[in-house]
């Protein structure tokens, strides 16, 4: 009898684009059949930064129920999708740091042989998508990871038009999440579980 694959959706959102995200793609990987947990990075912004503007705080307190990630995450897991919005074309802060604390792993080999895929969002529609996502798959290749990106094997990838991992401009928080990112974010979350499938079952057989 297959198991079920072992997702981790490990993110950072400020505004909370990137939460709603998550939870898209938590909800499809959950429905093909996966075990699925959601985890946060640590907020490493002050009070003070966060206060100035009122979408970061309400997020920050939305979020609080959700635990915080730790290397067990990425190891327990068979696929990992790391989600971002974009800084100046590259991961924020906080999920940098996060994989920055994963050498122990790394050194042992444990990040390797999984399957990783992203998802971004950023401020304008030409705002570092995707160098943000192919800067993030930079550290996978250092993994010995396993991309899944999403490329244009839906008809849906026509329409949001990003082949490296489903994207949403957001406009500092002004714009909300619509059905043609859902419907990217459940495309990338069916195809990961997918593979990591055909991984997980091939390693068993």
């Not at 970061?56 to 129920?65: A, D, I, K, L, M």
């Not at 327990?76 to 989600?83: I, M």
């Not at 920055?100 to 529609?125: C, E, I």
């Not at 094997?153 to 714009?175: C, E, I, M, R």
């Amino acid at each position: 009898m297959n198991q079920p694959v072992k997702l981790s959706v490990i993110y950072y959102s400020a505004t909370g684009t990137i939460a709603e995200m998550a939870s898209v793609l938590a909800k499809t990987a959950e429905a093909e059949g996966a075990e699925v947990r959601v985890r946060r990075a640590a907020e490493l912004a002050p009070d003070e930064a966060i206060d100035s503007n009122p979408a970061w705080r309400e997020n920050v307190e939305s979020t609080r129920h959700i635990p915080e990630a730790t290397p067990d995450d990425v190891v327990w897991a068979d696929a990992v999708v790391f989600g971002s919005p974009t800084r100046y074309g590259n991961v924020a802060a906080q999920l940098k740091q996060f994989l920055d604390t994963l050498g122990p792993q790394w050194q042992q080999g444990l990040l390797a042989d999984k399957v990783y895929s992203g998802f971004v969002s950023s401020a304008t529609r030409h705002g570092g998508q995707e160098s943000t996502l192919l800067a993030l798959y930079n550290t996978i290749h250092h993994f010995g990871g396993i991309i899944a990106s999403p490329g244009y094997t839906d008809p849906a990838k026509f329409v949001d038009g990003n082949p490296y991992g489903t994207s949403h401009v957001d406009g500092n928080g002004q714009l909300p999440v619509d059905e043609d990112t859902r419907t990217a974010a459940s495309v990338q979350g069916k195809r990961v579980v997918a593979i990591a499938a055909a991984m997980t079952n091939v390693r068993a057989a």
